[in-house]
């Protein structure tokens, strides 16, 4: 009875309570060992030939089974195929175990072989794809030739009043836009749009670095087209950027160049230009020169001004319309402060000359009429000293030789104030020699008359 009860409790057991791993695999990998109604070793055998048939470089793999154990022996191309191999073995059922006596070949020509094959394959599937690809050449050819056609028709922009630099900005815009959709057509030809979203992934990330790395030039760029659009200055204006001033000779995508009054080229980048206090000397014609004189403070101040404004107003230069003006700036210990100021007109007048000449001629006219300019009173006081009988006086005043000064330098026909164009003539001769690119008005019109 008890023998009875025992083999019940053996026959009731599950199938897989006698089932033992596969060495070198794991356990989601591995089959059970069927007890009951297993396969047959040349069953299990056949289904492997069978299955290795099917597959690529497996064909010449030899395959026994003796007791459930499956033995591979061969060679195949590849460490991949080798695995692959394995793995079908272990899922065979009724598969307890398996030896991968498989090898590679040492042999340089079948190494060589898959890739061969693998070259060969893309080399047929390029040769069928080679009408879609010259089609795809074709339309990114055409739509960047049209691209480059539109670009050179900006007179629709210039007649909306845009710059050259900013007429070539978009020009340049339209022709990147309709060569890009050219590209778009041509990878949509090729079944190959999702590398779209990848290349504008790897552009995002380098547009970033370009931006940080190249942010001056990008600045200056774009301060250049915002300074062709608004035309603050012209070629031959004067003008200042904070301390720093000339005669306006181009304007380029990345500086401004000026000639200074010593004729040495000050280029400035655009962007400080744009951020910084600029003085246009040049835009209104007239302009305002002053200077400073110091008076007695005996005199009579409405004589002061009487003489000065008399004397300007006799200059050659002096606009009468705004007229000159005398005004009390300070009142000092030992004197008065006046301000002289005076207009000229600098198509005529040169501004430094005028404002030399009247100040020669207001000292003039005051040292005639007798105005004294004191200079700075200081109160010594001497302590007295013992001094010996033998030391021989030193000499107290020094003689003063007066200087005549000539009639003809005070006469006010010899005034030279006539409008200096040297620094005006060196910058034709740079407009007209140069190859450098000028964003400004008339820029271009002097290259192309001088290559002409």
């Keep these: 009875m008890k023998a009875l009860l025992l083999a019940l409790l053996v026959c009731c057991l599950p199938d897989n309570s006698m089932a033992m791993p596969a060495q070198g695999e794991s356990d989601s990998q591995t089959a059970a060992i069927q007890v009951i109604n297993a396969p047959q070793d040349e069953a299990i055998a056949a289904r492997f030939r069978a299955i290795s048939a099917a597959i690529a470089g497996m064909e010449t793999v030899e395959v026994s089974v003796q007791a459930g154990v499956l033995t591979l022996k061969g060679e195949v191309n590849t460490a991949q195929l080798k ?24 042999a340089l020509r079948s190494r060589l072989a898959p890739a061969v094959d693998k070259f060969g394959e893309m080399l047929t599937n390029a040769v069928q794809m ?19 056609w539109l670009s050179q028709r900006g007179a629709l922009l210039r007649r909306l ?5 900013a007429t070539n900005l978009g020009m340049r815009f339209v022709r990147l836009i309709i060569t890009s959709i050219g590209i778009l057509i041509a990878l949509e030809l090729l079944d190959a749009t999702a590398l779209v979203s990848a290349v504008l992934g790897v552009a995002g990330v380098i547009g970033i670095a370009l931006g940080f790395a190249f942010r001056n030039i990008v600045e200056n760029y774009l301060a250049g087209v915002l300074l062709s659009t608004r035309n603050p200055f012209a070629i031959g204006d004067f003008i200042q950027v904070d301390s720093m001033s000339g005669s306006v000779v181009r304007l380029t995508s990345r500086d401004t160049v000026l000639m200074t009054l010593d004729g040495n080229h000050l280029r400035i980048p655009n962007s400080q230009i744009i951020t910084s206090p600029m003085t246009n000397f040049s835009r209104n014609p007239l302009r305002r020169f002053e200077f400073s004189v110091g008076v007695s403070v005996d005199l009579d101040l409405v ?8 004397t300007l107003q006799q200059m050659t230069g002096i606009l009468a319309d705004p007229r000159p003006r005398v005004l009390v700036q300070e009142l000092g210990d030992s004197t008065v402060t006046v301000r002289v100021l005076a207009w000229v007109d600098q198509r005529d007048t040169d501004f430094l000359k005028a404002r030399s000449e009247a100040i020669r001629l207001v000292k003039a006219a005051f040292d005639k009429a007798g105005i004294e300019m004191p200079e700075p009173i200081y109160r010594i006081h001497m302590a007295e000293m013992p001094v010996a009988a033998d030391h ?37 001769d740079d407009l ?15 290259a192309k008359t001088t290559k002409s």
């Design 392 to 428: 021989a006086a030193a000499p107290t005043a020094t003689a003063l030789t007066a200087i005549d000064v000539p009639a003809s330098a005070t006469s006010m026909a010899a005034v030279d104030v006539s409008a200096d164009t040297t620094i005006e003539q060196q910058v034709q």
């Design 303 to 310: 004589v002061v001004r009487q003489l000065a404004i008399a």
């Design 432 to 446: 007209q020699h140069s190859e450098e690119e000028n964003l400004l008005p008339g820029g271009k019109a002097a």
């Design 161 to 165: 009043g845009l710059s050259e630099l």
């Design 130 to 148: 080679l009408p879609l690809l010259l089609l795809a050449l074709l339309s990114i050819v055409l739509f960047w030739l049209a691209g480059s």
């Design 83 to 106: 695995t692959a191999a394995a793995d079908i073995a272990n899922r065979l059922q009724g598969v307890v175990h398996v030896q991968n006596q498989l090898q590679e070949p040492v």
